[in-house]
């Protein structure tokens, strides 16, 4: 029994690890996205950056405070040179754009359900 509640746990050590990575590495694109958007002289450069901060921003799970996410965005910017700037927000779109070419490949649009009549008067036997 001891045994399993220590696997348990180092399961749960192992996936909040990369979890709190990957939201890491959102902040990061989030702050870059902001920076890309505000600076981009090509109209299509300027939209896939203010996409990707969206992109990244759903990202960011619920249950983080603003005081974590504010933290969290602190501590990226200090990753971020004018050297690495550049291919990191090209990783951050690239992501995105396999996002977007995702749901592109799929063929035709989904079908809606269909829809139920609404219930109304039942139909009067004929003669009353």
């Known amino acids: 029994m001891k ?6 746990a180092a399961l749960f050590l192992a996936t909040g690890g990369a979890a709190g990575a ?16 505000g600076q981009a002289k090509e109209p299509n450069a300027k939209k896939m950056a ?11 799970g619920n249950q983080m405070t603003s005081a974590q996410l504010k933290a969290m965005l602190d501590a990226q910017s200090q ?8 291919p990191a927000m090209g990783k951050c779109a ?3 754009q396999a996002k977007v070419e995702m749901l592109q490949s799929m063929k035709g649009p989904a079908k809606p ?13 004929p003669g009353r």
């Open 22 to 37: 990957q939201t890491a590495s959102d902040a990061q694109c989030i702050l870059l996205g902001n920076i890309f958007a």
């Open 50 to 60: 203010e996409a990707s901060v969206y992109f990244y921003l759903g990202r960011i």
């Open 79 to 86: 990753t971020i040179t004018q050297a690495n700037a550049g």
């Open 94 to 96: 690239a992501a995105v």
């Open 3 to 8: 045994a399993l509640r220590l696997a348990c």
């Open 113 to 125: 359900a269909p829809a139920k009549p609404a219930p109304g008067k039942p139909a009067q036997p």
